[in-house]
């Protein structure tokens, strides 16, 4: 690893994969992790980068620090249930829980004024829809709204979307690539109905991610609003600062989910 993969930072490919190792329980609680000059050996990278990709690891609670013996898996870190949210996409939930798919609407609906533009369409058109509502170990954690294309959205099967994730489904039943997205997180009140599905309080407060997918050629091939208990996910992101004076500011150096499910 002696040099950048995608744009992404030499410290932030060391912090995944050791962050990977210890969700997967290769590095089990307890455990010492390597020196790091046993990092810097295995990693083809500086000590300045080991010790950056430790730092975020150590602020994440998932190793710690003993003067004069080394770092260690923090004891906390339970392997068998860590929640792994990945995937920008979907943000499905990897091993560790049970997650069950509700399908609860599939079928047409039309354009509104909002959404024609969107999709490049003319209002009171078709669009394909779909919601949804994800358990996770049996207890509500998020609802799902799609809206599609038509010619994309009647090639995936109802029964599919119970147990893949609908990014795959438009690509492998509907042959699009998807090649970016654009994310908006709001902070929503929940409505009746959002209550009752969620079983939360109306008004309580619910995270709204409101997620673009879009083909190399710019098309729009979903838009989703996904409604997430507050309390039960967060969005976590790294910044890099850059430029100095009245020139700083941020620049996302990648970007994750990480669920905290109670």
Request: proline share 5%; glycine share 8%; charged share 25%.
């Amino acid at each position: 690893m002696n040099r950048r993969k995608g744009g992404i930072p030499l410290y932030y490919q060391v912090m995944r994969s050791l962050k990977e190792q210890v969700l997967s329980g290769r590095l089990p609680p307890g455990e010492r992790i390597p020196s790091e000059s046993e990092l810097t050996a295995a990693f083809g990278v500086s000590r300045v980068v080991v010790r950056q990709a430790l730092r975020i690891l150590e602020d994440e609670d998932l190793i710690f620090r003993v003067k004069g013996k080394g770092t260690f898996v923090a004891d906390g870190v339970d392997v068998a249930k860590s929640p792994r949210l990945w995937g920008y996409l979907e943000d499905l939930i990897s091993t560790g829980f049970a997650v069950t798919v509700s399908v609860l609407e599939f079928g047409l609906r039309k354009a509104t004024a909002e959404l024609a533009p969107v999709f490049d369409t003319a209002e009171g058109s078709d669009l394909f829809f779909m919601k949804r509502l994800r358990l996770v170990d049996g207890r509500p954690f998020s609802v799902i709204e799609n809206h599609l294309p038509v010619d994309v959205g009647k090639c995936i099967p109802l029964e599919a979307l119970e147990s893949e994730p609908l990014m795959r489904l438009i690509e492998t039943r509907a042959g699009v690539s998807v090649d970016w997205v654009a994310q908006v997180f709001q902070a929503v009140a929940a409505d009746a109905e959002l209550a009752a599905l969620l079983e939360i309080d109306v008004v309580s407060p619910v995270l709204k991610m409101i997620l673009t997918a879009h083909s190399a050629d710019g098309r729009v091939l979903d838009l989703a609003n996904v409604y997430f208990r507050s309390d039960r996910y967060n969005y976590r992101a790294h910044l890099k600062r850059c430029g100095t004076g009245e020139k700083a500011g941020w620049v996302p150096v990648a970007v994750e989910h990480a669920g905290k499910l109670r």
